[in-house]
């Protein structure tokens, strides 16, 4: 068998019991993506399962799904993607990475411009697009670069692509990450990109790249590479566990590439798991609460299911999840404390299996082992005898 494991980021489907501990109130990603688009379209997405997930009551119900469904809890401390990615891989987060709410400390910063020579702007958490309105137009007459951090556990480094080579951007990404290490620590070191002629009129690109922690146990990737099968990351997969367990990787330059690169591999003659990550969702439309623009990409992902299916092989497994909320309609920029969906599909997987409840993210990892017969993880509960014919 092999397994296609998609992350549509950041599409959560309501609040956990204890979101009110990460100052969540009443969020519901999708939920209230359909509460101010009731003419969404997402018919696949459907047929899969997602509105007869339990407490997915704002979703016509299919009458008989043709995959298995259910949501997963985060035991994890944290609503990131890094904390999500690596317990959905088996290792939990017990202790939240490391913020920075006022800015990073000065001998981090002095550090930081001593080595790489450049000067620091910004330094203080901020929307990417409005801290680009605020020091663009000086980063790009200075060559002083925009460090920033938001809610998350982040280091990030915007310059414009005409102004600092993506070579010298990265680099100082590299100097980031190493100074960002020990009690510092970070989850992720982003680079930042830009193009544009001015306030207004900025937009990141797709040059981006994460520099993350290494995860700190061997994950589900580990042991299936261990075990001589592919672990193929697409999008920034391969960025959020710093290269570790993957066989081979490429970049995207938007869902949509993402969905063509998945596709490509699964044409192809690989075994294991091709494992890949739709990052628009939260990084152009949740962050930047734009409903429209979420609804939007929704639909215009469900489009492209039945080409992911057509493509896939007789033992294929299509697994589809979250790995947090982005509340489109909720306060502020960050990310949100959900639960998250989970879809199965393929054509030895039971239709209309309704999975319940999860306790962890991890059982979805510890499923994906057993499907490939790999080294389970320690931590996550396979439901692949519920599913499996």
């Known amino acids: 068998m092999r397994v296609i494991w998609l992350i549509i980021d950041s599409v959560g489907i309501g609040a956990l019991p204890d979101s009110k501990d990460f100052g969540d109130i009443g969020v519901n990603t999708l939920g209230n993506i359909v509460k101010s688009y009731k003419d969404i379209k997402i018919p696949n997405l459907l047929k899969l399962g997602i509105g007869n997930i339990d407490g997915v009551d704002f979703l016509e119900k299919e009458n008989l799904p043709i995959g298995s469904y259910g949501r997963c809890s985060e035991i994890s401390k944290g609503k990131d993607t890094t904390t999500g990615h690596w317990e959905m891989t088996g290792v939990l987060v017990e202790t939240p990475f490391k913020t920075f709410e006022n800015g990073f400390p000065k001998d981090i910063i002095d550090e930081f411009e001593r080595r790489t020579k450049r000067k620091v702007v910004g330094n203080k958490p901020a929307s990417g697009t409005a801290i680009l309105d605020e020091y663009g137009e000086h980063q790009m007459k200075t060559g002083d670069v925009i460090v920033y951090t938001s809610a998350d556990s982040v280091f990030q480094i915007a310059a414009h692509e005409e102004i600092i080579p993506l070579d010298e951007l990265y680099k100082m990404c590299e100097i980031a990450r190493e100074i960002m290490m020990g009690d510092n620590a970070v989850a992720r070191v982003i680079a930042r990109p830009y193009i544009g002629e001015g306030t207004g009129k900025f937009k990141r690109t797709s040059n981006r790249r994460d520099y993350s922690l290494s995860p700190f146990e061997d994950t589900v990737l580990d042991n299936i590479k261990e075990s001589g099968l592919d672990v193929i990351a697409v999008g920034k997969i391969d960025d959020i566990f710093n290269g570790q367990g993957i066989t081979e990787a490429v970049h995207t330059k938007d869902n949509m ?19 890949t990550n739709l990052v628009d969702f939260d990084s152009s439309f949740g962050h930047r609460r734009d409903i429209k623009g979420y609804k939007e990409a929704l ?16 033992d294929d497994v299509l697994i589809i999840n979250a790995d947090h909320g982005n509340d489109p309609s909720y306060k502020g920029t960050d990310h949100t404390r959900e639960y998250i969906p989970v879809l199965v599909y393929g054509k030895n997987i039971k239709s209309n299996v309704n999975l319940g409840t999860r306790k962890s993210f991890s059982d979805i990892g510890a499923t994906v082992s057993d499907i490939l017969n790999v080294k389970l993880p320690k931590n996550g509960q396979s439901f692949k005898n519920d599913i499996l014919k």
């Open 257 to 275: 590439d993402g969905v063509d690169k998945t596709i490509n591999y699964i044409n192809k003659e690989n075994k294991g798991l091709i494992f």
């Open 299 to 314: 639909e215009e992902f469900d489009k492209r299911i039945p080409e992911i299916i057509n493509s896939m092989k007789e």
